[in-house]
């Protein structure tokens, strides 16, 4: 699993797989030259997931860098135990806060 935040995240380029489709031979010249290709499909996020991002309602972006080094040494040593009982209280409780949101 790995740590972080969607917009630490680099934007991430096609990837040219040297296969010429019939009639692909201007777009790949388009491409050689360096020119930026258009984007082939738009993206909205909705309204709770940009809240999520934004850290709005509760939730931040920010982290105990410890904890993390010290669960990824446990990890790595195999040391590290999972409390099946209490991921489960989590679990239950987000699902009844999420069912007592949406009846409202």
């Not at 740590?3 to 491409?31: I, Q």
């Not at 105990?64 to 669960?71: Q, S």
């Amino acid at each position: 699993m790995k740590v972080g935040s969607p917009a630490d995240k680099p934007p991430v380029a096609p990837v040219a797989t040297g296969r010429a489709a019939p009639g692909d031979a201007p777009a790949k010249a388009v491409a050689a030259a360096g020119a930026p290709a258009e984007p082939s499909a738009q993206v909205e996020l909705s309204s709770t997931a940009a809240a999520l991002l934004s850290g709005v309602g509760g939730s931040s972006a920010e982290f105990d860098a410890d904890k993390v080094a010290r669960i990824s040494q446990a990890i790595d040593s195999g040391t590290f135990k999972v409390n099946a009982e209490a991921i489960a209280d989590k679990l239950i409780a987000n699902a009844q806060e999420l069912l007592n949101k949406g009846s409202r």
